[in-house]
Every structure is written in C-alpha cells, then in structure tokens.
C-alpha cells in the first residue's frame, strides 16, 4: 500500500478511536444518513461475514447527495443500503446548520475506513476483491497489499470491460465467486460502480460489498491523499479540484453551489425534515410515546409505520405518493418494487394493523400534512387464517422481540440464534446486540417494543422499563 495512505488516517487523529460514539440515523432532505464511526463500519463488517449475511455499504458526500437528488435509482439504491455513511465534511456542516452538531468521527472517508478494514483482513485472515480501476494500477495495488498484509487475501479485476454486455458482466460475476472474497471492493466511480451493484448485487457470493470511488487507484499510490489540515475543515475539494481541474471542475464548481443553495432554502422555507438520532433521545423519545400512548389512535397508517419503524423518511413516502398517482399502484407494490422495502415487511405491518384506506384522495388534501399517511387498499398478499390466530393470541402471549423481525422480514432466524448465544454469555439485552452488529436499527427497535411488547406491560409500567424488560 501507498505509506502515505495509511499515515494520513494514524495523522487525523481519528485512527484508533479515542472514544465511545454512538450510531445514529439521520435524515437531511430526506435522505437517510447511517452516522457511524470507522471502528463501528469495521464491526458491521466483521459481524456481516461472520454471520453470513450480505451487507451494502454505501456513502454520502456532497457529490452523491447531488446525484441522489437527479437520479431516483441512485436515491433508492443509498436508502435501501445496509450502511450509508458519510464521507465528507460537507455533509457534516449541512447537518450542523440545520441544527445537530457531530463530531467530527463521524466523517468516515476511505482514508480512514480503508486501513483499518485492511488491518482487521490481516488479522482474521479475510479476502477481499478489488473490482475497478485501469489494469495496471489495479496490479500495483494488489502487489501493495499483498506485501503488507500476507495474512489475508487479494484479487481482482479491473473495471474497463464492456459493463453494457451481459456475458462480460457475467464473466466478471464468475470471477467475484470464483474467489470467494469476504468483501468485495467496487471503486469505478460515482454513479457508475452504484448501479453496477444495484443490477448485480444478486448474483454476488459475498458477504460485504462498498463502493470506494477511486480507491484503488489511492491503494496504487496514482492518487495522493489530501492533507490532513485541509480534509478537516472541509477543504478537500479544493486539494481534489486542483490535482485533477479538468476532471472535477463541473463536479465542484457547479456541483458544491447547487449543493449549498438546496441547504439553505430548506432552512430558510422550513422544508428540511427534521433530524432524527437512533441514541441520543431515545430515553426522552421513549418517554414521549409512554405519555402519549393513552392518547394516540392505536392503530397507524402504513406509511405512518414505516416512518415511525424507520424503515422510510417522509420525504419518501411522498415521493412514493407522487407515482402511485401517476402509475395506479399500490404504495407498498411501488416500495417493494423500488427495493426500499421488503414485500415481507409490508404484510406484516398490514397485519398488525396498518389501516387499509383507498389510495384515492379528497380535494384539498394536504399533502405535507398526511405525507406519511399513505396505505395500501390492500395487503400485497393477504395474511393466512393461522396468521390471524396468532395475532389475536399476541395480547394474551407476546412473543419475542426476535420472532418479530423475523416475522417482518428484517432479520433471519440464523442471525437472532446467533445474537441469543452471546446473549447468553454477556448478559445484553438482544436489541442492544443486534444494534451493536448492525443487525437491525434502534428506532426500529424501539418501534417492536412500543407497538407489540408495549401492550403486555402493566399500565404503570413506563416504556423505558418496559423496554428493559423485554430485550
């Protein structure tokens, strides 16, 4: 590897990290942020391919907000992404003005993530593919990679073969599997090695896939890193603009003015979603719901659950709302078809009771009032007859907070088997566990144990302890 690679992360001081940070979701116009530190990235990781499931990373900067906001695919392929980290501190200081300040760990560009992923391949002995790049960087990097971690294991395949011809894509896909990689590296640039994974993905036996932009080509030293001092206040572009002018001067020239305009006509008009956090006001949101529930309609549209679960923003149920009028699907056909939910979970919350209303709305209807309010006039497929039975036995025994994700399709029975084991042993309560792994995210949590443990518990009973006594 390139020696200045990994000095420039151990120089940023934020390589090893030096405290505990937790993760949190955010939403900035309606694009949801994974907020994570490299360590808790590298974790997820590890827990992904040590529990055999496949996990997508991908990553926020201003340039993929930009595209976000021009292609709907590259929108949806980020909000039903495992992780979608933030790489950049532009992004940061968009999510400080409207209102939270992060600290600055929560930056995760590949200068940091990439040594310590490669330090935590060295040390168990994993295997990654390196997919992209021109043949003879591609060499070089994995000729680096191989010296300086000859525990785990490198391959690869370089990214300028015909990505429109099928028996190309196809030859590519054998060689992935062929090699068995833990991790598969895509670094063709955005927002072509996204669309890449988005058709292929599939077809791939590998556990953990990111998308790296030009990080094989830093791996090979083609690409110098920015300096420290300028990358933390922001200023990378500038480093970036200048190496490559020709390349990137649309990109930041135009692209960072759009970019800031958006942020602030947001704040300025009020339309900006508000932003939420998994960890930091969980005990106050919690406390909210416990004085609330007497209160509230128990029963909730499904657009409502999906937001509350956070599974979608409402910023994309309102976009979903705008092609179901245009098209005359159902709202949950049109999410499940787009990937952004499983069809799994939309029975679920249908048959736990997610109001089923006509699609068809009044005059006057307010939009940005009831713009998480959307249902489906019908279940995608109606529950079975046994379903039933034990949703009307629910009250009387509750199951537990494991059978209900996978009930709804957002977690396996492997991977809860796997969470009770070290459950076990440590002592955790199973939501903490999976949240720790990147298994499943706390607000929905939270949302399991307000809406089905939460009609179990006594009256006086508050939610938080409550939820203390069912994970």
């Known amino acids: 590897m390139h020696p200045d690679f990994t000095q420039?992360?151990?120089?940023?001081?934020?390589?090893?990290?030096a405290r505990q940070i937790p993760n949190r979701n955010v939403h900035l116009?309606?694009?949801?942020?994974?907020?994570m530190t490299v360590p808790a990235?590298?974790?997820?990781?590890?827990?992904?391919?040590?529990?055999?499931?496949?996990?997508?990373?991908?990553?926020?900067?201003?340039?993929?907000?930009?595209?976000?906001?021009?292609?709907?695919?590259?929108?949806?392929?980020?909000?039903?992404?495992?992780?979608?980290?933030?790489?950049?501190?532009?992004?940061?200081?968009?999510?400080?003005?409207?209102?939270?300040?992060?600290?600055?760990?929560?930056?995760?560009?590949?200068?940091?993530?990439?040594?310590?992923?490669?330090?935590?391949?060295?040390?168990?002995?994993?295997?990654?593919?390196?997919?992209?790049?021109?043949?003879?960087?591609?060499?070089?990097?994995?000729?680096?990679?191989?010296?300086?971690?000859?525990?785990?294991?490198?391959?690869?395949?370089?990214?300028?073969?015909?990505?429109?011809?099928?028996?190309?894509?196809?030859?590519?896909i054998e060689a992935i599997n062929a090699a068995q990689p833990d991790i598969l590296l895509v670094g063709m640039g955005m927002p072509v090695q996204e669309e890449w994974v988005l058709h292929h993905r599939e077809q791939l036996n590998v556990k953990a896939v990111l998308v790296g932009g030009a990080i094989i080509d830093r791996l090979a030293g083609e690409v110098s890193d920015c300096p420290t001092l300028l990358s933390n206040v922001g200023l990378e572009w500038t480093y970036r603009l200048f190496r490559e002018p020709r390349r990137l001067g649309a990109r930041y020239l135009l692209g960072n003015p759009a970019f800031v305009c958006q942020i602030m006509l947001a704040k300025l008009l009020g339309l900006h979603d508000s932003l939420e956090t998994d960890n930091a006001t969980l005990e106050a949101a919690a406390q909210a719901l416990a004085n609330s529930s007497a209160s509230r309609n128990p029963q909730k549209?499904?657009?409502?659950?999906?937001?509350?679960?956070?599974?979608?923003?409402?910023?994309?149920?309102?976009?979903?709302?705008?092609?179901q009028r245009q098209s005359g699907l159902?709202?949950?056909?049109?999410?499940v078809s787009q990937g952004c939910v499983r069809e799994a979970t939309v029975d679920f919350l249908i048959a736990h009771g997610a109001l089923e209303?006509?699609?068809?709305?009044?005059?006057?209807?307010?939009?940005?009032?009831?713009?998480?309010?959307?249902?489906?006039?019908r279940p995608l497929s109606s529950p079975t007859t046994s379903t039933r039975s034990l949703l009307q036995a629910a009250q009387a025994d509750p199951k537990r907070l494991g059978e209900?994700?996978?009930?709804?399709?957002?977690?396996?029975?492997?991977?809860?088997?796997?969470?009770?084991?070290?459950?076990?042993?440590?002592?955790?309560?199973?939501?903490?566990?999976?949240?720790?792994?990147?298994?499943?995210?706390?607000?929905?949590?939270?949302?399991?144990?307000?809406?089905?443990?939460?009609?179990?518990?006594?009256a006086a009973m508050s939610l938080a302890h409550s939820r203390r006594a069912y994970l």
Not at 301 to 320: D, S
Not at 360 to 370: A, E, K, L, M, S
Not at 408 to 436: F, K, M, N, W, Y
Request: glycine share 8%; net charge negative; with cysteine.
């Open 404 to 458: 209900y994700l996978i009930e709804a399709g957002l977690s396996t029975p492997q991977v809860i088997h796997q969470a009770l084991d070290i459950q076990r042993s440590s002592q955790q309560r199973l939501g903490e566990i999976l949240v720790a792994q990147g298994a499943v995210r706390p607000e929905t949590v939270e949302f399991m144990v307000t809406y089905f443990h939460g009609e179990a518990a006594p």
């Open 301 to 323: 549209r499904l657009g409502e659950y999906l937001v509350e679960a956070g599974l979608l923003t409402p910023q994309h149920i309102r976009q979903a709302l705008m092609e």
């Open 330 to 335: 159902r709202l949950g056909e049109i999410l």
């Open 41 to 172: 990235i590298v974790e997820a990781i590890s827990s992904a391919i040590a529990q055999e499931r496949k996990l997508t990373i991908g990553h926020y900067n201003v340039h993929g907000f930009n595209l976000s906001m021009q292609l709907p695919w590259f929108h949806s392929f980020l909000q039903a992404a495992d992780i979608a980290h933030c790489d950049g501190m532009g992004i940061i200081k968009a999510l400080g003005f409207l209102g939270m300040e992060l600290p600055r760990e929560y930056r995760v560009s590949y200068t940091l993530l990439m040594p310590a992923l490669l330090e935590e391949c060295e040390r168990k002995g994993l295997k990654m593919f390196l997919l992209g790049s021109k043949p003879q960087y591609l060499s070089v990097a994995l000729q680096n990679l191989r010296e300086q971690y000859p525990n785990a294991g490198f391959s690869g395949q370089h990214g300028y073969f015909p990505r429109d011809n099928p028996q190309a894509n196809a030859m590519v």
């Open 29 to 35: 116009l309606g694009r949801r942020l994974t907020l």
């Open 8 to 17: 420039s992360a151990q120089n940023s001081g934020l390589l090893p990290q």
């Open 357 to 377: 209303t006509s699609s068809t709305r009044p005059p006057h209807h307010d939009v940005d009032r009831h713009e998480a309010s959307a249902t489906l006039p």
